[in-house]
């Protein structure tokens, strides 16, 4: 049984969602929900069908039964970039930045309406969305580097202007895919206190096989398996439980004992 409370209306709501590749069930009956402002993390072993329950909710695979509700619209049948614009925006396991662009102007782009170059060559943009890039540079502590070229940041810098990038859309539902995979201690808790900074204002879902950061995040943790999920709680409560410790671990607590 979820540990987790739902509320009157979940912002997300997968509800017996089963996805079939030519008869592999990459997800079978996934039900999950999202409340507004919360932070959660989803970890599960390779194959569980982490990548692909986020490909569901974003329309880029179309589940073969089951819906998908987001502020109670479904989302199923309706186009990558049109789940986009209701307030979506996901974040690979590899960062997406222009690269030969400066960060400044990679956040510019983010907050722009037009997202057309000409928006860089002749800065029309508000001096609001000024004020937001400013303000994107902080949150990530990137303001020194306003005018470096993306490229020569460091991996976690371009994770971090990445999200930078996300948020400045200003999505209701930001899901983000390993953000520390590759990352230094250091750039690992910097990530996870942005990540808690971000809830509230936005609703943050994280899937992660770092341990140790899903714990500094101090969120509900869903256990996805074999495309479903095995059980939800804090992370001590699913540490704890035999089920998760023979799917990480092959064994029950009682036969490792």
Same mark, same amino acid.
């Given at each position: 049984?979820?540990?987790?409370?739902?509320?009157?209306?979940?912002?997300?709501?997968?509800?017996?969602? !089963?996805?079939?590749?030519?008869?592999?069930?990459?997800?079978?009956?996934?039900?999950?929900?999202?409340?507004?402002?919360?932070?959660?993390?989803?970890?599960?072993?390779?194959?569980?069908?982490?990548? !692909?329950?986020?490909?569901?909710?974003?329309?880029?695979?179309?589940?073969?039964?089951?819906?998908?509700?987001?502020?109670?619209?479904?989302?199923?049948?309706?186009?990558?970039?049109?789940?986009?614009?209701?307030?979506?925006?996901?974040?690979?396991?590899?960062?997406?930045?222009?690269?030969?662009?400066?960060?400044?102007?990679?956040?510019?782009?983010?907050?722009?309406?037009?997202?057309?170059?000409?928006?860089?060559?002749?800065?029309?943009?508000?001096?609001?969305?000024?004020?937001?890039?400013?303000?994107?540079?902080?949150i990530v502590n990137l303001q020194s580097r306003s005018d470096w070229r993306a490229g020569s940041l460091s991996h976690g810098q371009k994770q971090w202007l990445e999200i930078a990038m996300l948020v400045g859309q200003d999505p209701d539902l930001l899901l983000v895919d390993e953000p520390v995979a590759g990352l230094t201690d250091e750039e690992t808790d910097l990530t996870a206190d942005l990540l808690k900074s971000l809830a509230g204002e936005h609703t943050v879902l994280v899937i992660e096989h770092d341990m140790e950061f899903i714990r500094r995040l101090e969120s509900p943790v869903t256990v996805l398996h074999q495309g479903h999920v095995l059980c939800e709680g804090s992370m001590d409560q699913v540490q704890q439980d035999p089920r998760v410790i023979e799917v990480y671990l092959g064994t029950t607590e009682d036969e490792a004992q």
């Open positions: 049984m979820s540990n987790i409370v739902s509320g009157s209306r979940a912002l997300l709501e997968l509800k017996d969602i !089963t996805v079939s590749f030519d008869g592999f069930l990459a997800l079978r009956d996934l039900n999950l929900s999202l409340q507004s402002g919360e932070l959660r993390a989803v970890i599960g072993p390779n194959g569980a069908g982490k990548t !692909t329950f986020l490909d569901v909710i974003t329309g880029k695979v179309a589940p073969s039964s089951g819906g998908v509700l987001f502020k109670g619209r479904s989302l199923v049948g309706i186009p990558e970039h049109r789940i986009a614009r209701l307030g979506i925006g996901r974040k690979f396991q590899s960062p997406r930045v222009f690269e030969d662009l400066t960060v400044q102007d990679n956040l510019v782009l983010a907050v722009s309406r037009s997202k057309q170059p000409w928006t860089l060559l002749f800065g029309r943009i508000s001096a609001e969305q000024r004020e937001q890039v400013h303000h994107l540079m902080n």
